[in-house]
Nanobody, 127 residues
Framework: QVQLVESGGGTVQPGGSLRLSCAAS????????IGWFRQAPGKEREGLVC???????????PHVNYVRGRFTISKDSPKKTVYLELNDLTPADTGIYSC???WGIGTPVWYMGMKYRGNGTLVTVSS
């Protein structure tokens, strides 16, 4: 049974940074993609960025520009863990950050949603 557990959220001041983790378990497959999603208060959940485990390719959501240069995704394959480093945070970055997983090497519309989802971790940016 695939499980995704996010951690690392919390409250940070504007301009601050956080490192989120997504730990996957319950499978032995190496060909999978993990993406980070965010749901801001009162808004729809949207995909931010994903990473392909087999080759390390990174894909951004082409419809989301505000995270480029500030958010960085990385992976630790032996640990089946994907990280999202958040830098230069603003109050607009407040929301629930969750990870999702799909098999294979990803699709062009990965940001529409994946097969498995975690419950998320709350990030609050406030002074």
């Amino acid at each position: 049974q695939v499980q995704l557990v996010e951690s690392g959220g919390g409250t940070v001041q504007p301009g601050g940074s956080l490192r989120l983790s997504c730990a996957a378990s319950g499978f032995n497959e190496n060909f999978y993609v993990i993406g980070w999603f965010r749901q801001a208060p009162g808004k729809e959940r949207e995909g931010l960025v994903c990473i392909v485990n087999s080759n390390g390719n990174v894909f951004n959501n082409p419809h989301v520009n505000y995270v480029r240069g500030r958010f960085t995704i990385s992976k630790d394959s032996p640990k089946k863990t994907v990280y999202l480093e958040l830098n230069d945070l603003t109050p607009a970055d407040t929301g629930i950050y969750s990870c999702q997983l799909d098999w294979g090497i990803g699709t062009p519309v990965w940001y529409m949603g994946m097969k498995y989802r975690g419950n998320g971790t709350l990030v609050t940016v406030s002074s």
